[in-house]
Structure formats: structure tokens, C-alpha cells
């Protein structure tokens, strides 16, 4: 249960429209639903919101995805307030997850943690002042056996040792994406 | 026993594809189950090989599948869990990576069996790279004539989508990956309807693991005796081990049911022992619900037999000197770890994943995480220790879903099997701030 309170202050300045090329994929997926049960869509279609409106669910996103859905805009903020994946607050371009449950913490998350926190000067939670990186902790990302990780994007690196994740850095910085 | 039934074909190069994937035998299964079988026979054949649910319940696929209510002209579904997120299972994800055409084999087979002309794949949103695998694989079975309208001139149409969450462990619960497919928040729902009555939409549902739908094409192949002569009693066939924590080499194992967990820990073909040469502490086999087991208690039973990988074996002396077989989240730790520490990062883990619907559950692992963090942090009293007993009385059996006795059992079996070590964390506080209980012991 994220018992995320909505920070209101944040906003879109502008209101997000999805592009006719975006519109298309999106309209693709509600498709997939049986007449009248378009609302199934709705997790996906937030996730394709986040990634195209700047990284995070503002008021103004989540009423534009209630619009495309034609449901209640109430019916949107219940979903992205429930499913913790959704950044309902403005992150840095990146956002680095470290899984952090017991089985990750049996082969070193915490210290994983830690190095990341002192290399990037921030706590848990923070953004970078140049606005690159926010640190967060994940529970159970399913990597266990290929841990210590972190969850980048779409993007899972495992295996780390704290000079890998310099160098997951250092490419991050560079915009020469790991693959 | 390395038997490789699922995985057989997961290191061929280019298996994901649908070509080398047929090449390798693959869709055979629905050929002979829509040209060759009635549904009936095919439910039939999967109740004789004796499956159990891959997804931690272990309860019998053959006859879940037979509770599915069938009124005249009320559309039925199949849905596959693959929302996997039981802290120490990773094994449907290596089988979606690697082959994902083998579950989508499983689920054509298995919507036929069932009636259904609409299934979906519920995938765990943080996956979102194995969603796009699924559907390339899926775009290629349509391609081929394996999904869409009548299948291999069979006159059964079938459509097969993926969905994503985004990030909810409880999801895993049948009913609110119901509830989530529908685009709500996923609270679970009161039982009864149960889904096979009343699922998704309101119609009679059926929910399976990844590894139970894929197990139904060998089943279909070889028949449902010829599985069931796999594995050990009532253990039948073979199950996915996702191998975690402090092994030489940890990953996805495709094992009999029947291996002693002596060879699966230490044997060559396995785990090849504890990481760094160190000493087995304790054992978590099945995920992180299910209770830990000390040392002795690993490889063999309180009554010294050898204890197997087996859903009976490793439940043998119930709550008090045994385990559970689970999702197969097998999570190892050596002789430094600290049992304090990993239990706190487990009720932080449910506490961040309860739903928030029923008060116990809610309350009480919030409860626990704040206890337990501040034992592990030697802030701690005595009185702490059965205070999270009776917080766990609380919640057990108290709840709409089983998140709160997943919740509750681990931190009981922790305090049950190493109640000295939770002692230790208040009797030492200062110590308790800066070392491991495990270190320490260890250079003792």
C-alpha cells in the first residue's frame, strides 16, 4: 500500500497530449479489451503516461488518462496512488531502484546502497542536484539469484559490485545507454 | 535425477523464436490436443498426472480446473499468473525469457481445455521487457495459425493478451489479479463466488502459474500417467527452484520432486554448495512465506531421514521442524548472515505490501517491521520478542487473503528456530548497532 499522498503543488504547466503516433499504440491496447471493458487498460496506459509526460504522474496526467479512458478522473487517481511503480512526484532522468529484501541483502544490497548514496551524495529518496539521478529501494524486483541489482527503466543490471556500478554511472552520464 | 522437461530446450539458440522453436518439437501439444482430443479429455489427462500448482498453493491443477462453472452462454477465462514477486522466486521469468513460446503453447492448450476464447497473461509491471518478449512470441503464433480464428482449421477461435502491473505484490492473489485486470487497485476479494463461479467480469475464471500452464504441454505430449511417474508420490513431475542467497552458484534449476536437498544444495549438477566455501546456516525453500529452517534441520528431517524437494518432504514435521515446498524460492544463508536483519527486510517486505483492506493485516505488519527494526537496530526489549507472537496471533486467520499469515508464519519460525540470536540483539545493543550476529558467532 504506497499511502501516497498527492503533492498538489507539483504540476504540469501544460496539459500532456499524447501524439497521434502514441495515441495509436494506445488506442491499440484498449482494443485488446472486450467492448465496455476498457478501463483493464488503464495500468498499462498509465506506465506509456509516465514514460512520455517527463518520468511521473502529475494531476494533470492522470485527468488526461481519465479523459482517454472516458472513466472518472477519481478512478485514475485510486489506481496510480495504489501500484507503487508510479512516481506520483517529479525524479531525476533516472531512476536507479536497488532491491533491498532479504534475499538481495544476503549478498550485499545494503552496502550496495551505501556506495551509491556516498558516490552520488544523496540519501535514499534524493535527487542529484544536476537532476540525473534519484536513489530509491525496491522490494523483491525477482532478480534473487542474481543480486546485489538495481532496476533502471525497463532496464534490470545485476551482479553488481560497487565498480560496476560505477561504471553504470559514468554511462548514464555520458547518454551512452548499457544496453 | 537432472531431469530437464520445461527447460529442455532453453539453451538452443534462437528458442524464443517461434521457427526454431517448432523445429525443436514445440506445439506439438496443440495439434494434438484441438484435432485429436475433447476438452474434457485434456482436463482429464492433467488430473491423472497429478499437478499441483506451481505458484506456492501446490493445489491440484486437474481439479481447479474442474470447478469451473459452465453456464450457457457466459464467456470463461483463463489467466495466467505471472505477476511473480514472492521474495525469492525468479523461476517464470527465466521461463518467459527464454521460452516464451512453450507458455504460450501451455495457455492455448489450456484456454481449449476450459472453454475460453479470451485469455490473458498477468505480468509483474517491473517485467516490462518480458512483455514485449511475450508478444513478439504471440505475434508470431498468430502469424503461424496457432492463435486467432479457428485454429488449425479446428473451428476454436482463441485470443491471447498481456497485461502489466505495476508493482503490487498482493496482485498475486488470484482475486485482486482480478480485481488489477480490471483496472482497479488490487484489493482482494471475499471468498466465496469463488473465481471459477465468479471471476473476471463477473464470469467463471481460472488462475494459473506460468510453470503449472507450461507444465500442461508435456502433460498433453506424454499423457497424464506417464507425468505422474515423474517426481515422488504425490509430488509429481518436475518444479522450477529458483536458487537464491549464498550459493556457489545460484539460479533457476529445473529439478525431479524427489531430490534430496543434500544434492540440490551441494551437488554438481546444482548449487555446488554454500558461496566462498563458508557453512550453511539456515534455509528458506520455498519463498520468503514459508518458514526457515536451521541447518539440521535442512538436509534432513527432525527424525534424521533425508529430506527431499518434495512438496510432503519438506513440509514433514509441520510448523515445528519443517518447512514448506512454496513457489520454490529456494534462499540460502551462510554461516555470517543474521537471521534478525533478514526476517526485519521480510516484514518491511509485507508491510510495504499489504493491501490495506483488513485492519490486522494492515496494523500488524506495520507492527512488525517497527519491532523488528528496532531489535535488529538494539533498541529492543525482551518483551519485544513476544510481542511479535502476539501480533502474529492477531493476524493469522484474520484476514480476507493469505498476506497476512505469509506475513506472520516467517517471523514466528525465525523467533521458533533462533530465539537465541533475537536475545542476543537486546542483551548486546551496542554490538547489535555494529555487527553482524552471524560475524560474530563465527569468530567465536
Given at each position: 500500500m504506497s499511502n501516497t499522498h498527492v503533492d498538489?503543488?507539483?504540476?504540469?504547466?501544460e496539459k500532456p497530449v499524447f501524439s497521434s503516433e502514441k495515441m495509436a499504440e494506445v488506442q491499440g491496447i484498449i482494443s485488446q479489451y472486450p467492448e465496455g471493458k476498457h478501463k483493464s487498460a488503464i495500468i498499462r496506459i498509465l506506465h506509456i503516461a509516465e514514460e512520455t509526460f517527463g518520468g511521473w504522474l502529475s494531476i494533470e496526467t492522470m485527468d488526461y488518462v481519465a479523459e482517454v479512458l472516458n472513466i472518472e478522473p477519481i478512478e485514475v487517481y485510486e489506481v496510480a496512488t495504489f501500484y507503487t511503480m508510479f512516481n506520483l512526484e517529479p525524479t531525476g532522468k533516472f531512476v536507479f531502484e536497488v532491491c533491498r529484501t532479504g534475499p538481495c541483502m544476503l549478498v550485499g544490497s545494503d552496502q550496495l546502497i551505501e556506495h551509491i548514496e556516498s558516490t552520488l551524495d544523496i540519501k535514499v529518496g534524493e535527487t542529484t542536484k544536476d537532476g540525473m539521478f534519484t536513489l530509491k529501494t525496491a522490494e523483491c524486483l525477482g532478480a534473487c539469484g542474481y543480486g546485489p541489482m538495481l532496476q533502471c527503466g525497463k532496464k534490470y543490471h545485476e551482479h553488481l559490485t560497487n565498480e560496476k556500478v560505477n561504471e553504470l554511472i559514468a554511462a548514464y552520464r555520458s547518454g551512452e545507454l548499457p544496453k | 535425477m537432472a531431469r530437464r522437461i520445461l527447460l529442455e530446450h532453453d539453451n538452443v539458440p534462437g528458442i524464443e523464436t517461434f521457427d526454431v522453436y517448432r523445429k525443436n518439437g514445440g506445439y506439438r501439444s496443440v495439434e494434438k490436443a484441438l484435432k485429436k482430443m475433447t476438452p474434457q479429455e485434456i482436463v482429464d489427462e492433467v488430473q491423472k498426472s497429478g499437478l499441483r500448482g506451481r505458484g506456492g498453493a501446490g493445489f491440484p491443477t486437474g481439479m481447479k480446473w474442474s470447478f469451473l462453472a459452465k453456464p450457457d452462454g457466459v464467456p470463461r477465462y483463463l489467466l495466467c499468473n505471472a505477476d511473480e514477486s514472492e521474495p525469492g522466486t525468479f523461476k517464470d521469468r527465466y521461463l518467459m525469457e527464454k521460452i516464451p513460446h512453450l507458455l504460450i503453447e501451455g495457455m492455448i492448450v489450456s484456454s481449449f481445455a476450459l472453454g475460453a476464447n479470451l485469455s490473458f497473461i498477468y505480468i509483474r509491471g517491473e517485467y516490462m521487457w518480458i512483455l514485449e518478449i511475450l508478444e513478439k512470441a504471440i505475434a508470431e503464433a498468430y502469424a503461424n495459425g496457432f492463435l486467432g480464428k479457428n485454429i488449425l482449421g479446428s473451428g476454436y477461435d482463441l485470443d491471447l493478451r498481456v497485461a502489466p502491473g505495476g508493482g503490487a505484490y498482493i496482485c498475486g492473489e488470484e482475486t485482486a489479479l482480478i480485481e488489477s485486470l480490471e483496472g482497479k487497485r488490487g484489493n482482494p476479494r471475499m471468498k466465496p463466488p469463488f473465481p471459477a463461479v465468479k471471476g473476471l467480469w463477473g464470469c467463471p475464471t481460472v488462475v494459473n502459474n506460468v510453470e503449472s500452464i507450461a507444465a500442461v504441454v508435456p502433460i498433453i505430449n506424454d499423457g497424464g500417467d506417464e507425468y505422474a511417474k515423474i517426481g515422488i508420490g504425490k509430488s509429481t513431475g518436475t518444479k522450477l527452484i529458483s536458487a537464491g542467497g549464498n550459493l556457489a552458484r545460484p539460479g533457476v534449476y529445473e529439478i525431479e520432486l524427489g531430490l534430496s536437498v543434500e544434492e540440490f544444495i551441494y551437488g554438481d549438477d546444482y548449487c555446488r554448495g554454500i558461496a566462498n566455501g563458508k557453512k550453511l546456516k539456515a534455509c528458506i525453500p520455498g519463498g520468503s512465506s514459508v518458514p526457515i529452517l536451521p541447518a539440521h534441520l535442512v538436509t534432513k528431517t527432525a527424525e534424521g531421514l533425508d529430506r527431499l524437494m518434495s512438496y510432503e518432504s519438506l513440509a514433514e514435521g509441520g510448523f515445528v521442524s519443517g518447512s514448506m515446498l512454496g513457489s520454490g524460492g529456494f534462499i540460502v544463508f551462510d554461516e555470517d548472515q543474521c537471521v534478525v536483519r533478514n526476517t526485519w527486510t521480510f516484514a518491511r517486505f509485507y508491510a510495504h505490501e499489504s493491501c490495506g483492506q483488513c485492519s490486522p493485516c494492515r496494523e500488524g505488519t506495520g507492527w512488525m517491521e517497527k519491532v523488528l527494526n528496532r531489535l535488529e537496530h538494539g533498541q529492543?526489549?525482551?518483551r519485544d520478542i513476544d510481542l511479535l507472537a502476539e501480533i502474529n496471533k492477531k493476524i493469522e486467520g484474520n484476514t480476507i487473503c493469505p498476506l497476512g499469515d505469509a506475513a506472520a508464519w516467517p517471523v514466528a519460525a525465525a523467533i521458533r528456530h533462533f530465539r537465541e540470536e533475537f536475545e542476543w540483539h537486546v542483551t548486546n545493543k551496542e554490538e547489535a548497532q555494529t555487527r553482524n550476529y552471524g560475524l560474530l558467532k563465527a569468530s567465536m
Open positions: 498538489l503543488s507539483k504540476r504540469h504547466s | 529492543g526489549n525482551m
